[in-house]
């Protein structure tokens, strides 16, 4: 866009940016608008803001959605991966947009002429905001890594669940491996032939196991 002494100038190259959200913003703040150009420009870039708010606030309540499937019990299974994969890919896209917007505000502060201080403080508090979507999505990102990490270490305390029942269970069948091996050898024992022996044995068994 071109910011001229008596008109502020946008271009686009497709529709995707609804201008008529701006349009409102100016309309809704009519005493503001009459400052100028600057009031002109301040109004579309808090409404750029805005929209990278409500964009960081889904993801948010979609890594929030994936952190309760997280401790759910079960397997995860694919689709876990790539929910999280697909937001991290929204988070890189949308980091390229939201921080170099804190270059473009501190630029227009530094190189602001002294003029209305309401609309400084609008300014202002634009700044305020770009840098609060600027660290809630580096925290978001922060939160999708925490996500991948808690992942693995689940998956890792589930796996030695799994190996410790295991063995539990190889020492449990190799009592009876061992005994029945002992009373299978083709020597006497007390109680060989005899029924009493069969029962010898598999007392053994249910004790020891």
Request: negative net charge; charged residues 25%; hydrophobic residues 45%.
């Amino acid at each position: 866009g071109y910011v001229l002494p008596k008109a502020l100038v946008t271009v686009r190259l497709d529709d995707v940016f609804d201008m008529s959200e701006v349009e409102r913003s100016w309309e809704a703040d009519y005493d503001l608008v009459a400052h100028g150009p600057g009031a002109l420009l301040h109004g579309l870039l808090d409404t750029v803001v805005d929209g990278h708010f409500d964009t960081i606030q889904r993801l948010d309540d979609a890594i929030e959605a994936l952190e309760d499937v997280l401790f759910e019990d079960g397997d995860l299974g694919g689709e876990f991966l790539r929910s999280g994969y697909g937001l991290r890919k929204d988070l890189v896209r949308l980091r390229r947009v939201v921080l170099p917007m804190r270059e473009v505000v501190n630029g227009l502060l530094r190189h602001r002429q002294s003029g209305s201080g309401v609309l400084d403080a609008e300014y202002d508090d634009l700044y305020d905001h770009v840098l609060r979507a600027a660290e809630w999505t580096e925290s978001l990102r922060d939160m999708v890594t925490s996500l991948f990490e808690t992942n693995l270490s689940l998956q890792d305390a589930r796996l030695n669940i799994v190996m410790r029942k295991l063995a539990w269970w190889a020492a449990i069948i190799a009592v009876p491996t061992a005994v029945t091996g002992w009373f299978g050898q083709n020597i006497p024992y007390p109680g060989f032939s005899e029924p009493w022996g069969l029962m010898q044995s598999v007392l053994l068994i249910v004790f020891l196991s």
